[in-house]
Protein backbone atom coordinates (compact mmCIF):
# COMPACT_ATOMS: atom_id res chain seq x y z
CA UNK A 1 0.00 0.00 0.00
CA UNK A 2 1.29 3.51 -0.93
CA UNK A 3 1.99 5.88 1.70
CA UNK A 4 -0.59 8.75 0.31
CA UNK A 5 -3.43 5.45 0.38
CA UNK A 6 -3.22 5.14 3.90
CA UNK A 7 -4.09 8.59 4.76
CA UNK A 8 -8.08 7.76 4.62
CA UNK A 9 -7.70 4.59 6.49
CA UNK A 10 -5.89 7.09 8.90
CA UNK A 11 -8.78 9.45 9.08
CA UNK A 12 -11.62 6.95 9.17
CA UNK A 13 -10.00 5.29 12.28
CA UNK A 14 -9.64 8.44 14.17
CA UNK A 15 -13.46 9.90 13.21
CA UNK A 16 -14.68 6.29 14.27
CA UNK A 17 -13.02 6.46 18.14
CA UNK A 18 -14.24 10.08 18.16
CA UNK A 19 -17.31 10.00 16.63
CA UNK A 20 -18.23 6.42 19.21
CA UNK A 21 -16.64 8.52 22.37
CA UNK A 22 -19.14 11.25 21.71
CA UNK A 23 -22.13 8.87 21.03
CA UNK A 24 -21.50 7.88 24.93
CA UNK A 25 -23.79 10.42 26.36
CA UNK A 26 -25.24 13.09 23.88
CA UNK A 27 -27.23 16.30 24.71
CA UNK A 28 -30.18 14.76 23.43
CA UNK A 29 -30.37 10.94 22.11
CA UNK A 30 -33.34 11.69 19.08
CA UNK A 31 -31.78 14.92 17.62
CA UNK A 32 -28.24 12.79 17.82
CA UNK A 33 -29.60 9.88 16.20
CA UNK A 34 -31.53 12.35 13.48
CA UNK A 35 -28.41 14.36 12.68
CA UNK A 36 -25.74 10.78 12.29
CA UNK A 37 -28.39 8.67 9.97
CA UNK A 38 -26.59 10.76 6.79
CA UNK A 39 -23.10 10.26 8.45
CA UNK A 40 -23.60 6.84 8.70
CA UNK A 41 -24.42 7.00 5.04
CA UNK A 42 -21.87 8.64 3.97
CA UNK A 43 -19.02 6.90 5.90
CA UNK A 44 -20.89 4.15 4.37
CA UNK A 45 -20.66 5.33 0.99
CA UNK A 46 -16.96 6.28 0.93
CA UNK A 47 -16.06 2.89 1.98
CA UNK A 48 -18.05 0.82 -0.62
CA UNK A 49 -16.57 2.86 -3.18
CA UNK A 50 -13.38 3.68 -2.53
CA UNK A 51 -11.37 0.73 -4.60
CA UNK A 52 -13.47 2.05 -7.65
CA UNK A 53 -13.42 5.83 -7.51
CA UNK A 54 -10.86 7.34 -4.61
CA UNK A 55 -11.19 10.95 -4.19
CA UNK A 56 -7.45 13.07 -3.59
CA UNK A 57 -6.10 13.09 -0.38
CA UNK A 58 -7.46 16.93 0.36
CA UNK A 59 -10.84 15.85 -0.29
CA UNK A 60 -10.95 12.95 2.28
CA UNK A 61 -9.13 15.58 4.57
CA UNK A 62 -11.65 18.19 3.84
CA UNK A 63 -14.81 16.25 4.59
CA UNK A 64 -12.99 14.54 7.83
CA UNK A 65 -13.08 17.87 9.36
CA UNK A 66 -16.70 18.84 8.11
CA UNK A 67 -17.66 15.53 9.71
CA UNK A 68 -15.85 16.15 12.81
CA UNK A 69 -17.85 19.77 13.08
CA UNK A 70 -20.83 17.99 12.03
CA UNK A 71 -21.15 15.31 14.88
CA UNK A 72 -20.04 17.84 17.38
CA UNK A 73 -23.29 19.51 16.57
CA UNK A 74 -25.57 16.60 16.98
CA UNK A 75 -24.04 16.08 20.45
CA UNK A 76 -25.05 19.26 21.55
CA UNK A 77 -26.99 20.16 19.06
CA UNK A 78 -26.68 22.97 17.14
CA UNK A 79 -28.61 25.49 19.13
CA UNK A 80 -26.58 24.68 22.23
CA UNK A 81 -23.03 24.66 20.93
CA UNK A 82 -21.55 25.94 24.06
CA UNK A 83 -18.71 27.57 22.69
CA UNK A 84 -20.95 29.50 20.03
CA UNK A 85 -23.11 30.54 22.90
CA UNK A 86 -20.76 32.12 24.79
CA UNK A 87 -19.60 33.94 21.63
CA UNK A 88 -23.55 34.66 21.37
CA UNK A 89 -23.35 35.84 24.79
CA UNK A 90 -20.26 38.38 24.35
CA UNK A 91 -21.00 39.95 21.06
CA UNK A 92 -24.68 40.16 22.00
CA UNK A 93 -26.19 37.96 19.30
CA UNK A 94 -29.04 37.34 18.19
CA UNK A 95 -28.83 33.20 17.96
CA UNK A 96 -26.05 29.88 18.11
CA UNK A 97 -24.72 30.55 14.73
CA UNK A 98 -22.95 27.41 14.91
CA UNK A 99 -25.70 25.75 12.15
CA UNK A 100 -24.27 28.58 10.26
CA UNK A 101 -20.59 27.52 10.06
CA UNK A 102 -20.96 24.15 9.53
CA UNK A 103 -23.67 24.71 6.64
CA UNK A 104 -20.80 27.39 4.84
CA UNK A 105 -18.13 24.66 5.63
CA UNK A 106 -20.31 22.07 3.77
CA UNK A 107 -20.20 23.77 0.74
CA UNK A 108 -16.70 24.58 1.28
CA UNK A 109 -15.74 21.04 1.53
CA UNK A 110 -17.86 18.89 -0.60
CA UNK A 111 -17.36 20.98 -4.08
CA UNK A 112 -13.74 19.48 -4.08
CA UNK A 113 -14.80 15.73 -4.42
CA UNK A 114 -17.64 16.53 -6.23
CA UNK A 115 -15.23 18.34 -8.84
CA UNK A 116 -12.80 15.39 -8.91
CA UNK A 117 -15.82 12.93 -9.94
CA UNK A 118 -17.36 15.51 -12.54
CA UNK A 119 -13.68 16.12 -14.08
CA UNK A 120 -12.05 12.50 -13.50
CA UNK A 121 -15.15 10.41 -13.90
CA UNK A 122 -17.41 12.20 -15.90
CA UNK A 123 -14.17 14.15 -18.11
CA UNK A 124 -16.06 17.08 -17.59
CA UNK A 125 -14.11 20.16 -19.13
CA UNK A 126 -14.08 24.07 -19.30
CA UNK A 127 -16.75 25.65 -17.55
CA UNK A 128 -19.11 22.81 -17.12
CA UNK A 129 -16.72 21.11 -15.12
CA UNK A 130 -16.92 24.03 -12.44
CA UNK A 131 -20.72 24.90 -12.49
CA UNK A 132 -22.09 21.35 -12.41
CA UNK A 133 -20.27 20.43 -8.95
CA UNK A 134 -21.64 24.01 -7.60
CA UNK A 135 -25.45 23.02 -8.88
CA UNK A 136 -24.62 20.02 -6.87
CA UNK A 137 -24.28 21.51 -3.51
CA UNK A 138 -27.13 23.92 -4.00
CA UNK A 139 -29.43 20.85 -4.30
CA UNK A 140 -27.74 18.96 -1.65
CA UNK A 141 -28.61 21.92 0.27
CA UNK A 142 -32.01 22.71 -0.51
CA UNK A 143 -32.94 18.61 -0.02
CA UNK A 144 -31.11 18.70 2.94
CA UNK A 145 -33.42 21.56 3.99
CA UNK A 146 -36.61 19.17 2.89
CA UNK A 147 -35.89 16.87 4.86
CA UNK A 148 -35.64 18.87 7.93
CA UNK A 149 -38.64 19.62 7.54
CA UNK A 150 -40.40 16.79 6.86
CA UNK A 151 -38.76 14.59 9.99
CA UNK A 152 -40.39 17.47 11.81
CA UNK A 153 -43.25 16.94 10.29
CA UNK A 154 -44.04 13.26 10.05
CA UNK A 155 -42.48 12.83 13.80
CA UNK A 156 -44.54 15.98 15.28
CA UNK A 157 -41.87 16.09 17.78
CA UNK A 158 -41.06 19.25 19.54
CA UNK A 159 -37.58 18.41 20.33
CA UNK A 160 -36.34 17.96 16.64
CA UNK A 161 -38.75 20.70 15.85
CA UNK A 162 -36.63 22.74 18.23
CA UNK A 163 -33.05 21.16 17.84
CA UNK A 164 -32.87 19.59 14.92
CA UNK A 165 -34.75 21.72 12.76
CA UNK A 166 -32.86 24.96 14.48
CA UNK A 167 -34.54 28.01 13.74
CA UNK A 168 -34.27 29.41 16.69
CA UNK A 169 -36.56 32.60 15.73
CA UNK A 170 -35.75 33.10 12.80
CA UNK A 171 -38.33 32.60 10.02
CA UNK A 172 -36.10 32.82 6.61
CA UNK A 173 -33.51 29.79 8.44
CA UNK A 174 -33.92 27.39 5.66
CA UNK A 175 -33.13 30.41 3.02
CA UNK A 176 -29.91 31.51 5.13
CA UNK A 177 -28.79 27.86 5.39
CA UNK A 178 -28.46 27.66 2.01
CA UNK A 179 -26.98 30.75 1.50
CA UNK A 180 -23.96 29.95 3.48
CA UNK A 181 -23.73 26.67 1.69
CA UNK A 182 -23.64 27.99 -1.61
CA UNK A 183 -21.05 31.18 -0.67
CA UNK A 184 -18.68 28.00 0.73
CA UNK A 185 -19.00 26.04 -2.54
CA UNK A 186 -18.71 29.60 -4.54
CA UNK A 187 -15.04 30.10 -2.57
CA UNK A 188 -13.95 26.40 -3.52
CA UNK A 189 -14.80 26.94 -7.14
CA UNK A 190 -12.78 30.17 -7.60
CA UNK A 191 -9.79 28.11 -5.46
CA UNK A 192 -10.43 25.46 -7.70
CA UNK A 193 -10.52 27.75 -11.29
CA UNK A 194 -6.89 29.33 -9.67
CA UNK A 195 -5.60 26.01 -9.11
CA UNK A 196 -6.08 25.49 -12.62
CA UNK A 197 -4.48 28.28 -14.07
CA UNK A 198 -1.51 27.93 -12.07
CA UNK A 199 -1.20 24.22 -13.31
CA UNK A 200 -1.82 25.69 -16.81
CA UNK A 201 0.62 28.68 -16.28
CA UNK A 202 3.63 25.79 -14.86
CA UNK A 203 2.90 23.38 -18.06
CA UNK A 204 3.12 26.28 -20.48
CA UNK A 205 6.44 27.45 -18.65
CA UNK A 206 7.61 24.34 -19.02
CA UNK A 207 6.63 23.65 -22.85
CA UNK A 208 8.16 26.77 -23.42
CA UNK A 209 11.35 26.22 -21.60
CA UNK A 210 11.46 22.58 -23.74
CA UNK A 211 10.94 24.18 -26.93
CA UNK A 212 13.97 26.66 -26.13
CA UNK A 213 15.99 23.84 -25.53
CA UNK A 214 15.19 21.86 -28.19
CA UNK A 215 15.46 24.87 -30.24
CA UNK A 216 19.07 25.82 -28.79
CA UNK A 217 20.30 21.93 -30.08
CA UNK A 218 18.88 22.68 -33.28
CA UNK A 219 21.04 25.36 -33.53
CA UNK A 220 24.35 23.63 -32.04
CA UNK A 221 23.37 20.96 -35.15
CA UNK A 222 23.13 23.38 -37.51
CA UNK A 223 26.33 24.90 -36.42
CA UNK A 224 27.82 22.23 -36.70
CA UNK A 225 27.12 20.65 -39.99
CA UNK A 226 28.28 24.38 -41.11
CA UNK A 227 31.72 23.71 -40.16
CA UNK A 228 31.98 20.63 -41.21
CA UNK A 229 30.75 21.40 -44.50
CA UNK A 230 33.26 24.50 -44.52
CA UNK A 231 36.11 22.18 -43.82
CA UNK A 232 35.01 19.40 -46.35
CA UNK A 233 35.30 22.59 -49.18
CA UNK A 234 38.95 23.60 -48.02
CA UNK A 235 39.74 20.00 -47.85
CA UNK A 236 38.64 20.05 -52.01
CA UNK A 237 40.43 23.21 -52.33
CA UNK A 238 43.71 22.21 -51.22
CA UNK A 239 43.44 18.87 -53.07
Known sequence: MRK????????LAIFAIFWLGIAVNPYDRWVWLAENTLTVLLIAFLALTYKKFRFSNSSY?????YLVFHTVGSYYTYTNMPLFN?????FDLSRNH???LVHFFFGLAFY???YEFATQ??????????LLPFLVIISFKAIYEIMEYLAVIVTRSSVLGTSFLG???????????IMFGITGAAISMVVCRLRKWRIDF????????????????NVIVFTFLVHEVNASLDNVRLV
Open 112 to 114: FPV
Open 86 to 90: WLRDI
Open 121 to 130: KLKLRGWASY
Open 167 to 177: MQGDQWDAQKD
Open 61 to 65: VLLFF
Open 98 to 100: YDR
Open 4 to 11: SDRLPIIL
Open 202 to 217: RRGASWKQETTCFQNR
